[in-house]
């Protein structure tokens, strides 16, 4: 069992920063892959970032660039890093660990099975 909680989330004017955290429960973070999405109301979520056990990030070409993936493996933590914020970035943001694979990560959300509550940002012109 694997519980995910996100924090981090608010509201900033474009090209601010956040950061966003997701503290894992359980004894998996050091294995599976664990990734960022993003959802707006009535659009399908979509894989932001993912990381794998050994630290490699894959990211969207949509936030290539600008935000940054990473963990702690220490506390457990998940970051999202989100710099140069735009209001097209404003979504509900959800942590997710993939148990089928620690390495060759993949962004589709099917491969995920444990999922945070979510924390919003919002970015405002």
């Known amino acids: 069992q694997v519980q995910l909680v996100e924090s981090g989330g608010g509201s900033v004017q474009t090209g601010g920063s956040l950061r966003l955290s997701c503290v894992t429960y359980g004894d998996a973070f050091k294995r599976y892959c664990m990734a960022w999405f993003r959802q707006v109301p009535g659009k399908e979520r979509e894989g932001v970032a993912v990381?794998?056990?050994?630290?490699?990030?894959t990211y969207a070409d949509s936030v290539k660039g600008r935000f940054t993936i990473s963990k702690d493996n220490a506390k457990p933590t998940l970051y999202l890093e989100m710099n140069s914020l735009q209001p097209e970035d404003t979504a509900m943001y959800y942590c997710?660990?993939?148990?089928?694979?620690?390495?060759?990560?993949?962004?589709?959300?099917?491969?995920?099975?444990?999922w945070g509550q979510g924390t919003q940002v919002t970015v405002s012109s």
């Open positions: 990381i794998s056990v050994f630290g490699s990030p």
């Open positions: 997710a660990a993939d148990v089928g694979r620690g390495v060759g990560c993949l962004l589709p959300e099917r491969y995920f099975t444990y």
